[in-house]
């Protein structure tokens, strides 16, 4: 059938998280849908990203954890790690994880096509190359979803023993001795912080004035303490220039700065969009000077029939579950159904370096550029009970909220916490800031105890006024 012309309710460009999900939540709703995915559904988080990357931070919390087994009373001698057994692990648990995903699309006939998507003029979508080359699917709609890849640096090609993007570093079975993690955002500080507790000696190289930019400051000064008491080099507002291998090491070279000798560079500048070969000619939609693809609230391109979800999007957060919630906002769209757009001031961040980093909603130096006069309370984990347990008490609890006339909190504008557990502990502070709860609201809910939790639900008592163990 690669030269007949076959027809869809909608069709999506790419497999990743936006992609899949919006066939899955078409699916259900009754749509013909069809997918084009040049490599493997589930794209690069299953595969090359979000997945295999927290199985490597796993291993390296369970190598932590050997090591500090001391303190309640096991005798387990020095640590070492075959890291090609962690591989095989990975390889496992995206293993199945790709099956059951691709059981649950073809439980659900969405059809699946091999190959490289191009949307045409005409609304049909050409597959250009791989298994089903020659394919055309026509939809009365077409999403999206063509994904990302990792951003490079001049004087910095890839090679794959010298210079890494997170696709070579999480297919390596062995763990450089020392590493240039150049990148201090959210994927940099996951890599640094992994080798660091893996053993190998790792500089963070940073063009900005800051790691984790975007985070609170407060925030941020907790990973940068637990990273230099670990012997994390950071270094920042730095401009590398390319690289010298001498035998089987390199030298990074910084402008106006010393050098660094290192055995492998691992390249985390963030990702571009993989819009190249999408569109024809006449597709009607427009494309940023970044090469990002301009979508509307309801994820609809200037083509009305086009729709653009996930890391393709200009102006949205490149993370996996914001690609699930703009899948649902396209679906419901086409299928006529009320929409609540994606507030992208208000989605989940998870940051799984050691600390770990959670927040949503405005930091409080963004609360107070947008103008508000704000009230914030902090709690550390040390008082935790839950933490002092399990022997990990680096870490804080920060609340924001706007301050009334009175100057009591009122709506709470973000919440943000960094240390034990906290990509597991941010629901709570998700439903208080997208519900815009004040602060007694949020506070008069009950956390469990003894738990990591609670420091959460003291930091609220203390914003509304009376906090038990908080001032």
């Known amino acids: 059938m690669a030269n007949e012309v076959q027809e869809f309710d909608v069709v999506i460009v790419g497999g990743g998280p936006g992609g899949y999900a919006a066939a899955l939540y078409g699916a259900a709703a009754g749509l013909s849908i069809a997918m084009v995915e040049r490599d493997k559904v589930g794209g690069t988080c299953l595969h090359r990203g979000c997945v295999p990357a927290k199985e490597f931070l796993e291993t390296a919390h369970v190598r932590r954890t050997l090591e500090h087994a001391g303190a309640f009373g096991f005798q387990t001698g020095d640590v070492a790690v075959d890291f090609s057994v962690s591989q095989a692990r990975k390889n496992d648990v995206v293993g199945r994880l790709h099956k059951g995903l691709s059981g649950l699309l073809k439980g659900r006939k969405v059809t699946t096509f091999e190959g490289t998507g191009r949307l045409e003029a005409d609304l049909t979508v050409s597959v250009t190359d791989g298994a089903d080359a020659g394919v055309v699917a026509r939809g009365r709609h077409v999403i999206l979803a063509a994904g990302s890849v990792p951003r490079t640096l001049p004087g910095f090609d890839v090679d794959g023993q010298f210079v890494v993007t997170s696709d070579e570093f999480l297919d390596l079975t062995s763990l450089p001795a020392r590493a240039v993690v150049i990148g201090g955002g959210a994927i940099g500080c996951e890599f640094a912080s992994m080798l660091s507790d893996m053993g190998s000696a790792v500089t963070i190289l940073e063009g900005l004035p800051t790691i984790l930019a975007g985070c609170d400051a407060d925030v941020v000064s907790v990973v940068q303490r637990a990273f230099k008491k670990r012997g994390i080099e950071v270094r920042t507002g730095v401009t590398v220039a390319g690289h010298a291998p001498t035998g089987a090491s390199t030298t990074v070279r910084v402008e106006g700065g010393d050098d660094v000798e290192t055995d492998m560079i691992v390249l985390a500048i963030g990702r571009r969009p993989r819009t190249e070969g999408l569109l024809a000619d006449g597709t009607g939609v427009e494309v940023n000077e970044k090469g990002f693809v ?12 086009v729709f653009a979800i996930g890391d393709v999007v200009a102006n949205t957060p490149q993370l996996a579950h914001v690609g699930f919630a703009e899948a649902i906002v396209a679906i419901k769209t086409i299928l006529g159904e009320p929409v609540v757009p994606v507030d992208y001031d ?18 409080e130096a963004a609360a107070k550029e947008r103008g508000y006069d704000v009230v914030v309370k902090k709690d550390p984990f040390g008082g935790n009970s839950r933490a002092q347990i399990i022997g990990d008490t680096d870490g804080v609890v920060k609340v924001i909220a706007e301050k009334r006339p009175d100057g009591s909190a009122g709506q709470i504008l973000g919440v943000h916490m960094a240390g034990p557990w906290v990509t597991e502990q941010l629901s709570g502070g998700y439903y208080a800031v997208n519900w815009e709860a004040t602060a007694e609201e949020a506070a008069a809910l009950i956390q469990p105890h003894p738990s990591l939790s609670e420091t959460f639900g003291e930091t609220l008592l203390a914003l509304a006024g009376r906090g038990l163990h908080v001032g």
């Open 346 to 363: 208000r989605v989940p961040w998870a940051i799984y370096s050691n600390p770990e980093v959670a927040f949503v909603g405005l930091s």
């Open 294 to 305: 301009v979508a509307d609230a309801m994820m609809r391109t200037a083509n009305p029939k």
